[in-house]
């Protein structure tokens, strides 16, 4: 794979709520992809609303859902240093990169979802034809994109993430600002979903979207075999669905 240069876009949000419990980024959602890309040969810089140390959801370092992936990142120099130096967003360049990625956990729903420089940034990289991928509540960054014609982006689109019954399974219903399935149905969005917690990826043109943390592999490779067919400069390929 030719050098390509990717963004991750993540939360700087770490309190859920007012309930005083600690949120932040699952951490599945970003160590799976960071191997994948770096992998692949990819140059991945992290970035986020307040620059710095990402906080991770204390749930995500959990033993109960520990990954081959979360293991590995969690005792790598390297990657714990590359999420505690997140560059501030304000500071990002929708040109110097090729590929946009939001990872998700809670935290994304108050500080991404809405977010005027992540909506310029990402309606930068959707006018450009770059690939935009989301898993999770990372997708919720992508509620308030309009397109050059100035419509929701998401209208007519087929995404996924995390699901209202993925939501009412975790007790957080009451707690979140809204619920991600909701919102992407009434902005038009051509939803859908798997069994809670199971891999569910969708690709509709230069999107794709992963619905939980058991997506992360299989989101991760096809953001890769979608950087292999298209070129860059090039219209993206109106490929939904296609298996890697």
């Not at 994304?108 to 006018?127: H, R, S, T, Y």
Request: hydrophobic fraction near 40%; aromatic fraction near 6%; charged fraction near 20%.
């Amino acid at each position: 794979m030719k050098l390509i240069k990717i963004l991750f876009i993540s939360t700087s949000h770490d309190t859920m709520g007012d309930t005083g419990k600690k949120t932040g980024l699952w951490l599945e959602e970003l160590a799976t992809p960071y191997y994948v890309f770096k992998d692949a040969g990819a140059e991945i810089t992290l970035a986020s609303p307040g620059g710095g140390k990402v906080p991770l959801d204390p749930k995500s370092q959990s033993i109960m859902v520990a990954t081959s992936s979360t293991k590995r990142f969690l005792t790598d120099e390297a990657a714990m240093n590359f999420l505690s130096h997140s560059i501030v967003l304000e500071k990002i360049r929708a040109d110097d990169f090729d590929v946009a990625f939001l990872p998700g956990g809670h935290g994304p729903m108050w500080d991404i979802a809405g977010n005027k420089i992540v909506k310029q940034l990402l309606e930068a990289f959707n006018n450009g034809g770059k690939l935009i991928a989301a898993i999770c509540h990372g997708v919720a960054g992508l509620l308030a994109l309009q397109n050059d014609k100035g419509e929701l982006l998401i209208k007519g689109k087929q995404l996924t993430g995390f699901s209202s019954t993925e939501e009412e399974s975790a007790g957080l219903t009451r707690i979140v600002p809204f619920l991600l399935e909701t919102e992407l149905l009434a902005g038009g969005a051509l939803y859908t979903k798997a069994a809670n917690y199971t891999s569910h990826v969708v690709t509709d043109g230069n999107l794709i979207t992963g619905q939980n943390a058991a997506s992360s592999g299989e989101l991760a490779k096809k953001i890769v075999a979608w950087i292999q067919n298209n070129k860059p400069n090039q219209k993206p390929k109106r490929i939904i669905n296609e298996p890697v």
